[in-house]
Every structure is written in structure tokens, then in C-alpha cells.
């Protein structure tokens, strides 16, 4: 069975301070890692899809980056408009449509 | 842009009434998903259809039911809404090829009373 694990569940952190959130999975047959960002009372946006170890993307102060059994989401000097939850989500080889998701990292920016 | 748009942004219930969750989304995608959200549960998907009149059964269908006439819309029917169907309900569509990148909704809170 699929399993995806975010840690930690809540990160705080003072603006401009860096850090890194957690995405590990267990699946067969990767076919994409996807993250979202969610702000409270919305749905999930999505920001970047991963398909292969070694893949890295980046998008303003945020980069997905992937390995064979977990993933990183590196936040660079943060700033209170980035607190959301993040979540992550994986799709295996038996399956065209569906997503495994993990149940996301509060993240906190305080200015 | 991808548009996924959803008929209500809260929406209060009686248990036991009959209630109907429209999705709309306007990028010509032939899959689409309906979750709840719930705390501590994370997203947990309800059904999808990849395409018209087709349907399969997600991880928690008891309760629900679906219907996709046209490949646009995707509506989730609470046959006899009861208190512990009160949760956020989102829907997503992707495209069947490529990434199956899933687009969402801005969601719908539903509290059943």
C-alpha cells in the first residue's frame, strides 16, 4: 500500500530563516510527486510535480527536490505570506489517475 | 488557467436531506475527483470519473453517490446527509495524459446538522 509521510506536522519560523520541510513515501513505480501549497478555507494550489531522483524545481523562494525515497521542500528566506499547509502527493505505476496524499506541514512565517 | 469552480463555499444541511455538490471546471480535462478534508484525516478521495458516465469508487464511497453527464461537470450526491458527512468536500480535474496534474476547487464546507 502507498504510504506518505510529511514531517514534521507544524514548522514555525522567523522570517528569513530557512528551512526545509519532509516528504518520505514508500510506493511501486513512481509516476510523479506533486506538491501543494493550501491556505486555510481554500483548496489545494499546486506548485511543482517531480518525476525522477535527482529532479530539483524552484519557483521564487520555494525548491522541490526528489530522491529515491523521499522528497524536500527547501523554503528560502521565508516571509509571513508563505504560511499555508504544504502537502505532498504521490501517483504510483498501477494507477492513471490516482493521488496518495500525505497530510501536510503547517508552516508558520512570523515577522 | 486551469479553472475548477464549485456551486457553494459553505453550504448547512439537515441530516437526512438530500444534498447536491456541483463541480465545474473548464479546461477540457476527462478526469475528475471529489475528496473530503477533514483534520488529522488529510485528503481522502470519494470517487472519480475518467470520463462521461464513468465512475469508480475512491477509498471512502459509503454515503455518496456521483454523476458526470457532461465532461465538464462532476456533481457529488449525499443521498440522506447525515452529521458525520460535515467536512470541506474538494473537487480537482486533471488531463488523462501527461502529468495527470490534479487542479482543485476552492472547496465547499458542508455541515450537516
Known amino acids: 500500500e502507498d504510504q506518505v509521510t510529511q514531517s514534521p506536522e507544524a514548522l514555525r519560523l522567523q522570517e528569513g530563516e530557512s528551512s526545509s520541510l519532509n516528504c518520505s513515501y514508500t510506493v511501486s513505480g513512481l509516476r510523479g510527486l506533486f506538491w501543494y501549497r493550501q491556505d486555510p478555507g481554500k483548496g489545494p494550489e499546486f506548485l511543482f510535480t517531480l518525476y525522477s531522483a535527482g529532479e530539483e524545481k524552484e519557483k521564487e523562494r520555494l525548491k522541490a527536490t526528489l530522491t529515491k525515497k523521499e522528497s524536500f521542500l527547501h523554503i528560502t528566506a521565508p516571509k509571513p505570506e508563505d504560511s499555508a499547509t504544504y502537502l505532498c502527493?504521490?501517483?504510483?505505476?498501477?494507477?492513471?489517475?490516482?493521488?496518495?496524499f500525505g497530510k501536510g506541514t503547517l508552516l508558520t512565517v512570523n515577522p | 488557467d486551469v479553472k475548477v469552480t464549485q456551486s457553494s463555499r459553505y453550504l448547512v444541511k439537515r441530516t437526512g436531506e438530500k444534498v447536491f455538490l456541483e463541480c465545474v471546471q473548464d479546461m477540457d480535462h476527462e478526469n475528475m475527483f471529489w475528496y473530503r478534508q477533514d483534520p488529522g484525516l488529510g485528503l481522502r478521495l470519494i470517487y472519480f470519473?475518467?470520463?462521461?458516465?464513468?465512475?469508480e469508487k475512491g477509498d471512502i464511497p459509503e454515503g455518496y453517490s456521483v454523476s458526470r453527464e457532461k465532461k465538464e461537470r462532476f456533481s457529488l450526491i449525499l443521498e440522506s446527509a447525515s452529521t458525520n458527512q460535515t467536512s470541506m468536500y474538494l473537487c480537482?480535474?486533471?488531463?488523462?495524459?501527461?502529468?495527470?496534474?490534479?487542479?482543485f476547487g476552492p472547496g465547499t464546507r458542508l455541515t450537516v446538522l
Open positions: 470519473s475518467y470520463d462521461v458516465k464513468m465512475k
Open positions: 480537482a480535474s486533471s488531463p488523462q495524459r501527461g502529468s495527470s496534474t490534479q487542479y
Open positions: 502527493a504521490v501517483r504510483h505505476g498501477g494507477s492513471n489517475y490516482k493521488l496518495t
